[in-house]
T-cell receptor
């Protein structure tokens, strides 16, 4: 079975400081991993996805994530937080067993302090 | 181009009534998914359509839930005899093709409140 675990339900950072949102995965296959962001009362937007072409994946709005097979992790980072980054972030693995449905983590709510 | 659209954006209904939620996927996308986002359960898969194949209904929580996709495009999720625990945001997503690396594009969701 495939799953993802987001280690923090809430993260608070000050504006201009680095962001780290942690995600660990479990998969019998080479995983397809994604990070999505959901702003209040908005839909889910793709930040980035791991396609096995490169372990360091760059996404939109300055976010990036590094796939580490030895640690089964896919942590999301950003060097400098902006107020507009305040949102909920979901780590996702795609189920390879036929339907490719998304299996979501429980989400991390990021708060950015002025 | 246009993204995934869903209607209505909000729906308030009384317990026991039936509701229909609509999803218009991105034109040309062959795969369509329904998910539910609720406070207690997080984001969970409901049903999947791919082309003319039989849908994967393994995520539907009860036989009160059903969905169809007409003409390989628009999909309707129907909840019969609604219960308060059905209150949630129902999200639809589509992908161009079926595959593990395909990005799912999500609609804005329908917020359902069952009184």
């Amino acid at each position: 079975a495939q799953s993802v675990t987001q280690l923090d339900s809430h993260v608070s950072v000050s504006e201009g400081t680095p962001v780290l949102l942690r995600c660990n995965y479990s998969s019998s296959y080479s995983p397809s991993l994604f990070w999505y962001v959901q702003h209040p009362n908005k839909g889910l937007q793709l930040l980035l996805k791991y396609t096995s072409a490169a372990t360091l994946v760059k996404g939109i709005n300055g976010f990036e994530a590094e796939f580490k097979k030895s640690e089964t992790s896919f942590h999301l980072t950003k060097p400098s937080a902006h107020m507009s980054d305040a949102a909920e972030y979901f780590c996702v693995v795609s189920d390879r067993r036929g339907t490719y449905k998304y299996i979501f983590g429980t989400g991390t709510r990021l708060k950015v302090l002025a | 181009g246009a993204g995934v659209s869903q209607s209505p954006s909000n729906k308030v209904t009384e317990k026991g009534k039936d509701v229909e939620l609509r999803c218009d996927p991105i034109s040309g996308h062959t795969a369509l998914y329904w998910y539910r986002q609720s406070l207690g359960q997080g984001l969970e898969f409901l049903i999947y359509f791919q082309g003319n194949s039989a849908p994967d209904k393994s995520g539907l929580p009860s036989d009160r839930f059903s969905a169809e996709r007409t003409g390989g495009s628009v999909s309707t999720l129907t909840i019969q005899r609604t219960q308060q625990e059905d209150s949630a945001v129902y999200l639809c997503a589509s992908t161009q093709n079926a595959g593990a690396l395909e990005t799912q594009y999500f609609g804005p969701g329908t917020r359902l409140l069952v009184l």
